[in-house]
């Protein structure tokens, strides 16, 4: 058989294909001349063989066919043999394949082997792909080879032996006495894996990280003769000596000094140094700087220390590489919380990063302005985040105006700003805010009296031939209905006096009810607000009435119903159209954060303004919450009653109690048919919702783990004393976004409990927002209150889910 071509001819040949498929022909035609040499068992050709094939195998061919003549390289004499062998192994081999079993003895041979190098492939080979059965077989050898003299060998046999405590933690201890002398070494190699393989152990065991806080001194030395050491070009990169190691010994430190103030005590200093004495010019001074700022705000550090570091990542916000700055702004949005005054400091190097080019940049920026804002400043930086507001591109507009409003919300110094800035808000981007601005918008106007006349003329010239924006469009028809009288009577003394006449405000509704850009909701709006106007206008009744009129036959229903039932005000029950439409009296707000469950505009419910999307599963509210049933356990389990009446057979009940097994459980409790009133105005009750008791009632923690945390508070129906409001505010102060969240609950059978639907599915990172949801609780019975809740959320690409159960309700929420 001729001799087979070199792999660097078979490299060339393979370049000079033209096509794909040429290139496949060519691999295919020296496959099987390979598959031929190994079955003739060619021991001349069979390393040159096998090189070929893990070049083949590199390229995305399948190489699987070659496992075995790797096992019969590792098996060979020859070093050039052994060397192929074990880089087949690792290539081709892991521990799903019960081939990489028969390695075993080879491996054990090789790591007695008289030759440094032949023991440094078997240490590569085995810290590469080891199964746990191998490991627990060899760790006896890799234990002896982490005590020689050869500094060669010790490096490979501390990473190797971190790959054993991977894979079999119980080994750990075996190491224990090994790994404290490494730390003697002067060898820089040496030094570097033993840092590696300490920290691996005190990320892994409690009792090796306490174990191992009293090698802090020793650490500290060492990290200080880096820093005072003159160059040596051995380990020199950028002028810094062995960057490599003084990060590694930083992140050491950091999980040493974490919670332990003697740990933290000894390194101050230390992290003072390297934080002053790093050169900055270099990225690897950069790369040194920011583990000694995350290792600073880490540990119980020094005040005067925890300001250096912020002035540092401060510093980082000026470089010019866009990397740096994002990892500063990544890193002051998590210390903001803790450190505020020193964060405020930086305020207008982040605020210029607004108007980065880089959209990760802009989105950190942003949510660090956010978490900057106080009472204040409050005035510049809704400058700046308004002007930001105006010119950022449309996947920003959403969260900038959602943190608008609630900044606003919590600093806003008059009310007039208030209203003038939530106004701006919806001019310049009023097509990307959340559904409840435009209820909440309405009831700041309502509570803020003095302001009405200001307010309803500011309105009328913002929507003045433009309808884009719809919940501007919305507000100002709802305010020229309310208020239309204190528009044409000019008595705004704070805004620069217009001349409107009656006909020019229903000439506006009138538009806004035939615009193409008008949504059914806002036409809803302008219809009832035209209504309202009969009673405040007085020489448009007749137009008024022909309006209406003409809307009792619209193809839109929700159009068609309010139509019908104003006609009917006109005729039949003429004598009370004044008393239903007058002026709305002050609206007190049920929830502060989130969507409320019914929020009262024109004198009647705008269901459609508040509708919530349903959670992102798919599973309907009803069937959520009883999958939850058997998880108190026992057969007193009482299922939740649905929100809205289900449209699914009334099999669907049974057939997910049967899913639960032999639970003696009540059928599903249909939610009560609510009788809709002859007219949308009938039915209010000025009677307040919720008990003052309800004021007093503490709030708790009923879930907090994985930097996930539920809160309930609490409120007593005044209706019925029976009925415990409890709101659930979900927090993340991880990092990143927890989406797709569903809370679900579950109470004992004396209970019976409705849970409606959350604000949102997704839960914000640092703490810059919360997901609120209402459960409502009857408790006839008056009985201790105990409950089992389900949680689960995608988070850092895994699906999350736990379980709790809560038993430390106040007595005041259920006696």
């Known amino acids: 058989?001729?001799?087979?071509?070199?792999?660097?001819?078979?490299?060339?040949?393979?370049?000079?294909?033209?096509?794909?498929?040429?290139?496949?022909?060519?691999?295919?035609?020296?496959?099987?001349?390979?598959?031929?040499?190994?079955?003739?068992?060619?021991?001349?050709?069979?390393?040159?063989?096998?090189?070929?094939?893990?070049?083949?195998?590199?390229?995305?061919?399948?190489?699987?066919?070659?496992?075995?003549?790797?096992?019969?390289?590792?098996?060979?004499?020859?070093?050039?043999?052994?060397?192929?062998?074990?880089?087949?192994?690792?290539?081709?081999?892991?521990?799903?394949?019960?081939?990489?079993?028969?390695?075993?003895?080879?491996?054990?041979?090789?790591?007695?082997?008289?030759?440094?190098?032949?023991?440094?492939?078997?240490?590569?080979?085995?810290?590469?792909?080891?199964?746990?059965?191998?490991?627990?077989?060899?760790?006896?050898?890799?234990?002896?080879?982490?005590?020689?003299?050869?500094?060669?060998?010790?490096?490979?046999?501390?990473?190797?032996?971190?790959?054993?405590?991977?894979?079999?933690?119980?080994?750990?201890?075996?190491?224990?006495?090994?790994?404290?002398?490494?730390?003697?070494?002067?060898?820089?190699?040496?030094?570097?894996?033993?840092?590696?393989?300490?920290?691996?152990?005190?990320?892994?065991?409690?009792?090796?990280?306490?174990?191992?806080?009293?090698?802090?001194?020793?650490?500290?030395?060492?990290?200080?003769?880096?820093?005072?050491?003159?160059?040596?070009?051995?380990?020199?990169?950028?002028?810094?000596?062995?960057?490599?190691?003084?990060?590694?010994?930083?992140?050491?430190?950091?999980?040493?000094?974490?919670?332990?103030?003697?740990?933290?005590?000894?390194?101050?200093?230390?992290?003072?140094?390297?934080?002053?004495?790093?050169?900055?010019?270099?990225?690897?001074?950069?790369?040194i700087l920011y583990e000694t700022v995350l290792t600073i705000m880490d540990i119980k550090s020094e005040s005067g220390l925890r300001v250096l570091a912020i002035n540092i990542l401060g510093r980082f916000l000026l470089n010019n590489d866009k990397n740096i700055r994002y990892v500063a702004l990544t890193s002051l949005l998590k210390t903001v919380q803790t450190d505020h005054n020193a964060v405020q400091r930086h305020r207008s190097t982040i605020v210029d990063c607004l108007k980065d080019l880089d959209v990760s940049i802009k989105r950190r920026a942003m949510e660090l302005s956010f978490a900057l804002v106080n009472g204040n400043n409050i005035r510049g930086m809704m400058k700046e985040l308004l002007y930001f507001l105006d010119s950022c591109e449309p996947e920003f507009k959403a969260d900038c105006a959602s943190g608008i409003f609630l900044a606003a919300e919590k600093y806003a110094p008059s009310k007039r700003w208030h209203i003038d800035t939530i106004m701006r808000v919806l001019t310049t981007a009023g097509s990307y805010v959340r559904d409840d601005a435009v209820p909440n918008l309405i009831q700041l106007i309502t509570n803020s009296m003095e302001m009405h006349a200001y307010t309803v003329q500011k309105l009328y010239k913002a929507i003045l031939g433009d309808y884009s924006q719809q919940p501007l469009v919305q507000v100002a028809s709802w305010c020229m209905g309310e208020y239309g009288d204190l528009l044409i009577s000019d008595q705004c003394e704070e805004e620069e006096p217009i001349q409107v006449t009656e006909e020019e405000v229903l000439d506006i509704l009138e538009n806004v009810l035939i615009s193409n850009m008008s949504a059914s909701v806002t036409r809803g709006y302008a219809?009832?607000?035209?209504?309202?106007?009969?009673?405040?206008?007085?020489?448009?009744?007749?137009?008024?009435?022909?309006?209406v009129s003409i809307y009792g036959s619209s193809i839109d229903v929700e159009l068609q119903q309010r139509a019908v039932e104003y006609n009917a005000l006109f005729k039949k029950y003429d004598h009370m159209r004044s008393a239903l439409l007058e002026r709305m009296p002050v609206m007190e707000k049920v929830t502060t954060n989130g969507p409320t469950e019914i929020v009262q505009t024109n004198g009647e419910t705008e269901p459609a303004v508040l509708e919530t999307k349903p959670p992102p599963s798919g599973l309907q509210p009803t069937s959520q919450a009883n999958d939850l049933l058997d998880l108190l356990g026992g057969n007193d389990i009482t299922p939740v009653i649905p929100t809205a009446p289900t449209s699914k057979p009334a099999s669907a009940g049974g057939e997910l109690l049967d899913l639960l097994g032999d639970l003696s459980l009540t059928a599903l409790v249909p939610a009560p048919q609510i009788s809709q009133p002859p007219f949308l105005l009938d039915g209010l009750s000025s009677q307040p919702l919720f008990n003052d008791i309800a004021a007093g009632i503490p709030s708790i923690t009923a879930y907090s783990k994985n930097g996930l945390k539920i809160e309930f508070t609490f409120e007593r129906s005044n209706t019925n004393p029976s009925v415990t409001v409890i709101t659930i505010q979900a927090s993340n102060s991880t990092e990143l976004d927890m989406t797709d969240f569903v809370f679900q609950a579950a109470v004992p059978k004396t209970f019976q409990l409705q849970l409606l639907s959350p604000s949102s599915s997704i839960i914000p990172a640092f703490n810059t927002g919360t997901i609120t949801q209402v459960i409502k609780v009857l408790n006839p019975q008056k009985q201790q209150l105990r409950m089992r809740i389900k949680l689960t959320y995608n988070h850092k690409g895994s699906a999350m889910q736990d379980l709790a159960e809560v038993n430390n309700f106040p007595p005041q929420s259920w006696q």
Do not use: W
């Open 1 to 287: 058989m001729p001799a087979p071509i070199r792999l660097r001819e078979l490299i060339r040949t393979i370049r000079t294909a033209r096509t794909q498929a040429e290139e496949r022909e060519m691999i295919q035609k020296e496959c099987a001349a390979i598959r031929s040499s190994f079955r003739e068992e060619d021991n001349t050709y069979r390393c040159r063989n096998v090189a070929k094939l893990l070049y083949m195998h590199m390229l995305g061919y399948p190489a699987h066919f070659g496992q075995l003549e790797c096992l019969k390289l590792i098996a060979s004499q020859k070093f050039t043999d052994k060397r192929i062998g074990y880089l087949g192994a690792m290539l081709l081999l892991d521990e799903r394949q019960d081939v990489h079993l028969l390695m075993t003895n080879c491996i054990k041979n090789d790591l007695n082997h008289s030759t440094q190098y032949v023991q440094g492939l078997a240490l590569c080979t085995l810290g590469c792909m080891g199964s746990s059965e191998m490991c627990r077989d060899l760790a006896g050898e890799v234990e002896k080879l982490l005590k020689t003299s050869n500094s060669y060998l010790r490096k490979k046999a501390a990473l190797c032996a971190v790959h054993v405590i991977r894979k079999v933690p119980e080994l750990m201890e075996m190491f224990l006495p090994a790994t404290k002398n490494l730390l003697n070494e002067k060898n820089h190699g040496v030094l570097h894996t033993s840092v590696v393989l300490l920290t691996e152990m005190c990320e892994r065991s409690p009792d090796m990280l306490s174990h191992f806080r009293k090698l802090v001194p020793q650490l500290v030395r060492i990290l200080k003769n880096l820093i005072m050491s003159g160059y040596s070009p051995e380990h020199d990169v950028s002028g810094i000596s062995d960057p490599f190691l003084q990060v590694r010994i930083l992140r050491l430190l950091r999980i040493l000094g974490r919670n332990d103030d003697d740990s933290s005590e000894a390194m101050n200093d230390i992290l003072a140094q390297v934080a002053t004495n790093t050169e900055t010019s270099k990225n690897v001074g950069n790369a």
């Open 527 to 547: 219809l009832t607000a035209i209504m309202k106007l009969s009673t405040r206008f007085t020489c448009t009744v007749n137009r008024i009435k022909k309006v």
